[in-house]
């Protein structure tokens, strides 16, 4: 670890646990090292967490989260970050997604990437069959889907995985059409869209709710 | 408005419309007035919608969002997103919030701070409070709420303030304090909390859901 003396003696409690040699730096090294302005002054060296979808899918997942093309690594991080706290087994990043252990993705997931599994994988179409071949529904986030959200919710307490597009375009239709239904998120305004993050949210939130009271009956 | 000239061909259509006098820019104008690296090449210069809070009142809304001390722009622009896509009749930024014609505000809300009203106010409280003499309910967002989500979704289709704080704390005890009730979102997952535009999506898609049937029915 490459802390700042400020930060040392501020996380003096948090280090006295650390196991791994901690090393002070400059202000200046920690702004390189962290990549931001206003760095808290705690840089750690961490080994990537490498997961395989065959290793996640073989623990038969309730509830799979797949991100197409997020190329924005905000967008990536805080779907990690909302995937874990809706209690999701896994990430899976496919297409041209944005590397799960860049930087800004980092700091957007909050820590999260850290506490539930990633993996990264080429082919969208793959990860889908896969899970398809494991039991789960694959349902598409998509603003012009057949179905709406209130529709299936009746189906959310089965396994699901979820797919998401990027922010520009969402799923291109060719993607989307892998999915066994494309669901649409009801919006009773005007806008066109919603941003990858608050629709993950929406559709995530619900299924595990469903998932969750399934559970308790 | 100022358009580049590659902006002004790809966009011809759309420019064939407009009323106000187009002046042809360089890149690097373009560059510097949208204040990003890889502008679209269309900025028109326009006067800030301003919204008093009372007018908003005045309209008996069914959905209100108070943001408060919002000081991040990308969250205040995709709060004011999802406000408009869910139908929301106003927003309200309080406390420290960012300035909604912030130019990453601006580009965050995809367009929505021209198409729902958004009032700025300082005092959260005084917001609350007028809203409540509306015969609002008031709900904060608050990550250790008395009330989960579930708990209060039968009274989500009542007209509703609902109060969300920035990224870094969320809500303070002393404003949170101000609702009539604190609502925590239930996390299965281990993450100690979600960011604002992913909190803001559940809670306001749940109530606009319950409104949407209440009016149904």
């Known amino acids: 670890m490459f802390v700042t003396a400020q930060a040392a003696s501020r996380f003096e409690q948090l280090l006295a646990g650390v196991a791994v040699p901690v090393h002070i730096v400059t202000e200046r090294a920690a702004k390189a090292l962290s990549e931001t302005v ?5 840089v750690a060296v961490c080994e990537p967490v490498s997961v395989a979808l065959e290793d996640i899918l ?3 997942p309730r509830l799979l989260v797949v991100g197409v093309a997020i190329g924005e690594p905000g967008n990536a991080g805080t779907l990690i970050r909302l995937s ?3 209690g999701a087994a896994a990430v899976v ?3 041209q997604s944005v590397d799960p252990y860049n930087g800004k993705c980092l700091r957007a997931s909050a820590g999260s990437v850290f506490a539930i599994p990633v993996a990264v994988t080429p082919s969208a ?3 889908v069959a896969a899970a398809s071949a494991c039991g789960l ?7 012009d889907g057949e179905v709406t959200l209130d529709d ?3 189906q959310l307490s089965a396994p699901t995985a979820w797919m998401f597009g990027g922010e520009a375009h969402g799923l291109s239709a060719e993607v989307a059409a892998l999915a066994d239904r494309r669901v649409r998120i009801p919006m009773p305004g005007g806008a066109e869209s919603l941003n990858v993050a608050a629709a993950a949210a929406i559709c995530l939130y619900l ?11």
């Open 58 to 60: 073989a623990a038969r």
């Open 93 to 95: 990043l496919s297409g």
């Open 125 to 127: 179409a793959q990860a």
């Open 207 to 217: 299924c595990a709710r469903a998932q969750r009271k399934s559970a308790d009956d």
């Open 137 to 143: 529904q694959s349902l598409a986030a998509a603003v």
């Open 38 to 42: 206003t760095p808290v002054g705690l």
């Open 84 to 86: 874990h706290a809706m």
């Open 152 to 154: 299936v919710e009746p």
